[in-house]
Every structure is written in structure tokens, then in C-alpha cells.
């Protein structure tokens, strides 16, 4: 039972095209969210992440929002350069308790072509 | 600064040996996690330890066993492996009671079993 959920195992985009990320959830204790990437013979990187109590974060190139209502976010990269070819993954955690351990998806990977 | 290490980097094992995973968390850290990252999946998280005690464990079984030393390095143990225990495991250090944005992630140690 998957409570973090990439239905998109792969994207390919184009250089300075915008790339849209797809994730849903289903746990309603679930309060934080993350978004990492992760390059070949790497380990995943931290990203971006937002809390329930917001519905837009924006660093630079990346976006996160949040649709809690209906239980799903995203990760914009605008614009995409081909250095953000990676697995993305998508993360949620409950912090009740203190727990701040993350679940993550099965992972997107994107590819942006020149 | 030395990030999060492990070693070794690749490992073959054939079925119903025991394995042991070394991993070094990055300066100033005194948290370490490890996590499952089968083929397709995202990681999975098998136990966090602090102090040298386990805080946490995921649904993994009792063949999975860790220490952490005073040091702050840690090891995990797999006893009895199964074909399923081919994976990247991912070690990922922290510390305690930040978020999990603070966690940074070693390159893994890809083990085989055959």
C-alpha cells in the first residue's frame, strides 16, 4: 500500500520548457512534504519542501504546491536546463512525535533535452 | 567537510550470508538513518539510530540489525539474506529532532545477492 504515490515513472522535456512533477498521498497525518533529486551513483538530494499550512513554495527555478484538499502536489522547474536531468522524488512526513522520518514515491525521472 | 560516506560501494553476497554496511555521517551530525532502495522503488526506511540506540524501525524484519558507535558512525547488519535484500542502501545522517530536509544522504552501497 503505496502512501506516496509518482504515477509517472518518467517525463521528457525540453531545455527552457516548463516540467511539471506529479505526486499524491494518502495518509491525512501527513504535514510536510519534500521534493529530492537524485543523480546517478548519488544519494538523493534535499530540493524544496512545504508545509500543510502552505500551499506554494518557490526557490529560484522551483516550485512546489499543494492541493490538500485533494491530496496531491507538484514540483514546477521553470525554466528546465538539461543539468536537471535526475530521478526526482517526492517525500511525506507526520510530525507528530517528532518522527520527521519521510516516505517517499517511487521516483520520476526527467530527462531534458538540449 | 567530508559529507555522509559509506562503504563498501558495491557487495556481492550469495543467499543466506550475513552482510555488514559501514557508514560515516557528515561533521557535526550524531543522527544516522538507513534505508532500503530496491530496484523501481524509492527508499524505504529501515531504522534511525541516536545516542547508539535505535529510535526507530520501519516494517523491516529482525534479520535488519544496526549499532552506532560512539564516534557517530553506524552499521547495519543483514543476517539470512534473501534474493529480495538486493538493493542500494542508503545511509543518511542528521541531526536530532531537525527536519527531514536536514538529512543528508550518502552514495549507497549496492548489494547483490545471489
Known amino acids: 500500500d503505496q502512501q506516496v504515490k509518482q504515477n509517472s515513472p518518467s517525463l521528457s522535456v525540453q531545455e527552457g520548457r516548463i516540467s511539471i512533477l506529479n505526486c499524491d498521498y494518502t495518509n491525512s497525518m501527513f504535514d510536510y512534504f519534500l521534493w529530492y533529486k537524485k543523480y546517478p551513483a548519488e544519494g538523493p538530494t534535499f530540493l524544496i519542501s512545504i508545509s500543510s499550512i502552505k500551499d506554494k513554495n518557490e526557490d529560484g527555478r522551483f516550485t512546489v504546491f499543494l492541493n490538500k484538499s485533494a491530496k496531491h502536489l507538484s514540483l514546477h522547474i521553470v525554466p528546465s536546463q538539461p543539468g536537471d536531468s535526475a530521478v526526482y522524488f517526492c517525500a511525506a512526513s507526520a510530525s507528530s512525535g517528532g518522527s520527521y522520518i519521510p516516505t517517499f514515491g517511487r521516483g520520476t525521472s526527467l530527462i531534458v533535452h538540449p | 567537510d567530508a559529507g555522509v560516506t559509506q562503504s563498501p560501494t558495491h557487495l556481492i553476497k550469495t543467499r543466506g550470508q550475513q552482510v555488514t554496511l559501514r557508514c560515516s555521517p557528515k561533521?557535526?551530525?550524531?543522527?544516522v538513518s538507513w534505508y532500503q532502495q530496491a530496484l523501481g522503488q524509492g527508499p524505504q526506511f529501515i531504522f534511525q539510530?541516536?545516542?547508539?540506540?535505535?529510535?526507530q524501525r520501519g516494517n523491516f524484519p529482525d534479520r535488519f540489525s544496526g549499532h552506532q558507535f560512539p564516534n557517530y558512525s553506524s552499521e547495519l547488519n543483514v543476517n539470512a539474506l534473501l534474493l529480495g535484500d538486493s538493493a542500494l542502501y542508503l545511509c543518511?545522517?542528521?541531526?536530532?529532532?531537525?527536519?527531514?530536509?536536514?538529512?543528508?544522504f550518502g552514495p549507497g552501497t549496492r548489494l547483490l545477492v545471489l
Open positions: 561533521s557535526g551530525h550524531d543522527t
Open positions: 543518511a545522517s542528521s541531526l536530532v529532532g531537525r527536519g527531514p530536509e536536514t538529512q543528508y
Open positions: 539510530y541516536y545516542e547508539e540506540e535505535e529510535r
